[in-house]
């Protein structure tokens, strides 16, 4: 399980109903092709060695024991191979026949289990043919040449590499209490499913939604096979569906209606489930009581490592649904925020310093909608611009172009005569530009803000983001203070969406042009030319490199390696290897040293699965060292 990876498939094979020589014939062609691919678990569909469709030919003994046989036939074909193969087949056991899985690897027979909810309406007869698991007393039998002890005790199978499985069969998921809710709550990190659904009008959205929602709620890999092409279409008919969830997530998914078998492979991230369960107490306290018996499987093969899945580079940015939805959502939890503390302060004024950049543009639009929201007067908002030695034309213009477009009321204070006066006061030559000539500078904005605000009896608003929260990139006490800060749950490659889709509302040329502006604090006079000379993404790296450090530091505690792998995967038509690891080890670095600011950060909305609150999500000693991460990531 290199970092944390487990590769798993889900298999539609071709079928014949009641041919059980052809039916093992494909599937032995499937567990073929899934070892060659390095898949370590497989699961086929519901009752596939003899098709799901044989009615009462159930109760015909020859294809009960030719059924017996063929699982002889897999024990042997399989007893060189690593892969642990889930097939469906009838099984008697104390002369009840129950509708089974049959977990394979090796040449063993691992283990039994029966299906426990039985449909019996509609279109399924299953009652007519198998007994539940519940009906099952401990029974110690002999079946295809093994000696088996079956029990409706729940079972997990634990490979060599501790990853944890468990099985339950199509209508069990479709339960009010599904076995795979106990299963997981004993400590299974994946479910697999042996099915047999047939297709109806709007049935499968459905079955996705289950599907998703289960593995969501248990924090599961879930893994399905349904039964497809080759199934008797007598009266129903079965499109063959192959799907892997993650969390919640579908991962992949095979052709429905597809005449060729099927084998769909992903690999699934045990370490982030158990991440996920570790920080989720009501997932722990759900399993105090849970119990499953533990079946090891046989030990196998160390593989070399290759990341097949594909890995978003922008994790913040929502990819599931329309992104104008979330960006509505988004900035709707912004307002909110904004307008309950406006609200219960009963301030009628707020005050934002408005540079031209992306931060206190979004500031700015928030405070807007937040004062429509209370139907309050926008020139009770104080957008203030504070020219002094770096800024340039194009982001003065910007700003205050963007005031004007919005109506609100528009201040200038040039701070370039405060601060040369406060040099002389401390002794610094204005002509060396280091981090008190820039810092002056910031918290000098910062007094005028707070003074205004007092003076008018209103609430500064904060403008600095999560991604500047979490690399420290903020004065202290200058633009990292505010009364309330609407951008600290946002990253700063989201509120380029974020902007942008504002554009489409109000503003459209003057919010464009501030999206594509380089960053930059505008603290250092501009070149000859009159551009930006400071750029914040050459001197700390690029955000959306930072920002994909951030998600999975913060949200799932990988360490440096693991971070840098996906990285490699996210960006391999962006950076090297180099660039990837010189800006993951600055941000180890910069992450543990800036603590102290985050220690103390004003009020502000959380937005997404992120937070760097010191009251939220993110507590941390200012003073914790870095060490171990940086060795990692500089070893790298």
């Known amino acids: 399980m290199k970092y944390g990876f487990v590769k798993v498939a889900a298999a539609v094979p071709a079928v014949k109903v009641a041919d059980v020589d052809y039916n093992v014939q494909q599937i032995e062609s499937i567990i073929a092709q899934a070892e060659g691919r390095g898949v370590e678990v497989i699961v086929f569909p519901e009752l596939c060695i003899t098709g799901y469709t044989c009615q009462d030919l159930f109760k015909e003994?020859?294809?009960?024991?030719?059924?017996?046989?063929?699982?002889?036939?897999?024990?042997?074909?399989?007893r060189k191979l690593d892969i642990i193969s889930i097939i469906g087949l009838p099984v008697i056991i104390n002369g009840l026949l129950y509708n089974c899985a049959a977990v394979i690897q090796s040449?063993?027979?691992?283990?039994?289990?029966?299906?426990?909810?039985?449909?019996?309406?509609?279109?399924?007869?299953?009652?007519?043919?198998?007994?539940?698991?519940?009906?099952?007393?401990?029974?110690?039998?002999f079946f295809a040449g093994s000696s088996l002890t079956v029990s409706a005790e729940p079972k997990l199978f634990v490979t060599s590499s501790g990853v944890k499985f468990g099985v339950e069969i199509c209508e069990d998921v479709w339960a009010p209490i599904p076995p795979s809710n106990n299963l997981a709550l004993s400590g299974a990190d994946i479910i697999f499913n042996l099915s047999a659904s047939n297709e109806l009008i709007g049935k499968h959205a459905y079955l996705k939604s289950l599907l998703a929602q289960q593995s969501a709620r248990t924090i599961s890999g879930y893994v399905y096979a349904s039964s497809g092409f080759g199934e008797s279409?007598?009266?129903l008919v079965y499109g063959g569906n192959a799907m892997i969830f993650e969390n919640g997530h579908l991962l992949i998914e095979g052709d429905r209606f597809s005449i060729q078998p099927q084998i769909k492979t992903c690999q699934i991230d045990i370490e982030k489930l158990r991440v996920e369960r570790r920080q989720n107490t009501t997932f722990i306290n759900a399993q105090r009581h849970s119990h499953a018996l533990e079946i090891p499987c046989k030990p196998t093969q160390v593989h070399d490592f290759s990341l097949e899945r594909e890995i978003d580079p922008h994790p913040f940015i929502p990819k599931n649904e329309d992104i104008q939805t979330a960006c509505e959502e988004i900035l709707n939890i912004q307002v909110a925020g904004l307008a309950k503390r406006l609200y219960h302060i009963n301030a009628q004024k707020a005050v934002i310093g408005i540079s031209g950049g992306l931060d206190s543009t979004l500031a700015l639009l928030v405070t807007v909608k937040a004062f429509d929201k209370l139907d309050l007067d926008r020139k009770g908002i104080i957008g203030i611009t504070m020219p002094g030695f770096g800024t340039t034309d194009r982001t003065h213009n910007n700003a205050v172009k963007l005031m004007k477009t919005l109506g609100v009321t528009i201040r200038e204070i040039n701070i370039a005569k405060a601060v040369t006066q406060h040099f002389?006061?401390?002794?610094?030559?204005?002509?060396?530009?280091?981090?008190?000539?820039?810092?002056?500078?910031a918290r000098e904005r910062t007094q005028i803000l707070m003074d205004v605000a007092n003076k008018e009896n209103a609430i500064v608003v904060g403008t600095g983001d999560l991604s500047e929260l979490a690399l420290g990139w903020a004065t202290y006490n200058g633009d990292h203070m505010s009364m309330y800060g609407v951008n600290a749950g946002v990253p700063k490659t989201l509120i380029r969406y974020l902007v942008t889709y504002v554009s489409g509302e109000m503003a459209t040329e003057t919010l464009l042009d501030i999206v594509?502006?380089?960053?930059?604090?505008?603290?250092?006079?501009a070149d000859e030319l009159g551009n930006i000379k400071q750029k914040t993404?050459?001197?700390?790296?690029?955000?959306?490199?930072?920002?994909?450090?951030?998600?999975?530091?913060?949200?799932?505690?990988?360490?440096?390696?693991?971070?840098?792998?996906?990285?490699q995967k996210a960006f391999a038509d962006t950076y090297d290897d180099a660039t990837i690891k010189k800006w993951l080890t600055t941000f180890c670095r910069r992450f543990f040293n800036q603590q102290f600011k985050r220690s103390c950060l004003p009020d502000g909305p959380k937005v997404g699965s992120v937070s760097l609150s010191p009251r939220g999500d993110w507590r941390m000693p200012s003073d914790a060292s870095s060490a171990l991460w940086l060795k990692e990531a500089e070893s790298l």
């Open 107 to 141: 040449g063993q027979l691992l283990g039994i289990i029966p299906k426990t909810y039985l449909p019996n309406y509609a279109e399924f007869y299953e009652k007519r043919w198998f007994a539940s698991a519940q009906d099952l007393n401990p029974t110690a039998f």
């Open 424 to 441: 002389e006061d401390i002794g610094q030559d204005k002509d060396v530009h280091d981090i008190t000539y820039e810092n002056s500078q």
């Open 61 to 78: 003994q020859l294809l009960l024991d030719r059924a017996e046989g063929t699982v002889i036939t897999l024990l042997d074909f399989t």
């Open 233 to 235: 279409t007598q009266d």
């Open 516 to 525: 594509d502006t380089p960053i930059s604090p505008e603290l250092i006079p």
């Open 537 to 567: 993404e050459d001197l700390v790296g690029p955000y959306e490199l930072h920002d994909f450090f951030i998600y999975y530091f913060l949200r799932y505690g990988f360490s440096p390696r693991k971070i840098f792998m996906l990285a």
